[in-house]
């Protein structure tokens, strides 16, 4: 089933590969849309609804936007870090994760303009162009932190800013990268341990999430709690049980619940 999604995401990537794209804004010039996500978009769900027929589809653009319960289910970014590909940063990646019955099953991540693809099957471990990946072992005070500031609602980025200020001091750096679905998987790699965001959709983390953990990673929402890919949620990860305590007892500090 991976190979079979690989080859598709492969082959929809091509529709990336153009100068001549529109973009359009979401509400906000932060939030971006161009004619590449719409066309990605559209190219994976028409092949993949023939690899699973019946499957059904939750997916950042209009149109396919299925949030109910269902067999199968595919949770799809066409282009995450739409921002970043409309400037020609090479930071942007196709994410798509396969719900079976309610639970993450499969994921894809690719990287086009680096040529990375990520994978990974339920209980089958995480790979990295065909070879396993493991998080790394870095303690807290060694890690390299991704996050980034509320981008879309920027009501929220002081609070994630007091966060970041707090653990800064006692990491060794921070990272923001703008693509929250490869960001897990360099977790996933050992590039990076630690990872939050205060507000995140389904189909930015929902392939991203089951690369990390079946590379032996964590990623959970406010107070430890499960994800469940059906909301925007608060997203928390780490490459161990012993660095996502800390950072996320620290989150705990200045959020109690989210403001959404
Ligand atoms: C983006 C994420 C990024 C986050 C942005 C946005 P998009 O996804 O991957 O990490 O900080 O707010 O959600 O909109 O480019 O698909």
């Known amino acids: 089933m991976v190979e079979k999604i690989e080859e598709i995401v492969r082959e929809a990537s091509r529709l990336m590969l153009t100068d001549h794209f529109r973009v359009d804004s979401k509400g906000g010039s932060e939030n971006l849309v161009t004619s590449s996500d719409y066309a990605v978009q559209e190219y994976l769900c028409s092949k993949l609804s023939e690899l699973v027929p019946g499957s059904s589809f939750l997916c950042e653009e209009e149109g396919m936007q299925d949030y109910g319960d269902h067999e199968y289910v595919w949770i799809i970014d066409p282009i995450d870090g739409t921002m970043n590909y409309t400037r020609g940063i090479r930071e942007c990646a196709i994410s798509v994760a396969l719900k079976k019955d309610g639970e993450l099953f499969a994921a894809v991540v690719y990287s086009p303009a680096a040529g990375e693809m990520f994978t990974a099957e339920k209980g089958k471990g995480a790979r990295y162009n065909g070879n396993t ?86 990623l959970r929402t406010l107070h430890g709690k499960p994800l469940t890919y059906k909301c925007p949620e608060l997203v928390i990860g780490a490459n161990s049980e012993e660095n996502f305590a800390e950072l996320s007892s620290t989150i705990d500090r200045y959020i109690e619940e989210t403001a959404y």
């Open 133 to 218: 990946i493991h998080i790394s072992d870095r303690k807290f005070r060694d890690a390299l932190f991704c996050t980034a500031w509320s981008t879309y609602r920027k009501e929220w980025a002081p609070v994630c800013m007091d966060i970041i200020n707090d653990v800064y001091y006692r990491i060794n750096d921070i990272r923001r990268f703008g693509v929250a679905s490869l960001e897990l998987c360099y977790l996933a790699c050992g590039r990076c341990e630690l990872y939050f965001e205060y507000r995140l959709q389904p189909w930015d983390i929902a392939a991203g999430s089951l690369i990390l953990q079946e590379a032996g990673g964590i």
